[in-house]
């Protein structure tokens, strides 16, 4: 009789702790649950704010150094300068006019980055540190703006330093870096408009 009794003491406490191992497992994250939900609810409809540029951009470029470079950027061939610090970008776009050739755009960026550099110091202003990310530089230099299908003599380029890059680069955005494939793609475009037409 004793054996039956310590027999059922002990199958009633091993039971009784997996219940409430269940219990406790399935109560915690119902209890975690409704906390977030609570606490939401709570904070609905009042804006969070935030800066997510916290712990970087630093040193902060000011509005005197973008007027500095504003009046920097003075060219015989440049018709129009715009200067803007959005995002973490200082966008600079260099209107020229409309004769002004490739090489020479080429030549105004160079001159233009260096004329920065002179104002806000790349490896300072335009180079992550180790615990923080600073600006990025996009300098864009064009003679006109082309439409539809008259681009000749149209030339566009950009002048990129990523503030993760070591160094600057010049892309000319107004020329297909692959003609072959480009005028592939034109050929094919051509046949569609002329299957079309018909």
Known sequence: MSKKKKLTKSTFSSQSIIYIIAIVVIIVPLLLLGVVYFSTKENAGSPTFGDRFETSLDPAIERTQLKEIEKALVYNDVENVEVNLKSATLRITLDTKDNVGSDRITAILKDAYKKVDAILP?????????????????????????????????????????????????????????????????????????????
């Open 122 to 198: 790349v490896k300072t202003y335009f180079m992550n540190q180790e615990n923080k990310k600073m600006y990025d530089l996009d300098i864009h230099a064009y003679n006109f703006l082309a439409e539809e299908d008259n681009t000749k003599g149209w030339v566009y380029k950009e002048l990129i330093k990523n503030a993760a890059a070591k160094s600057s680069k010049i892309d000319t955005l107004s020329a297909p870096r692959d003609k072959e494939t480009s005028d592939t793609l034109l050929q094919q475009q051509e046949a569609l408009k002329q299957q079309e037409g018909q």
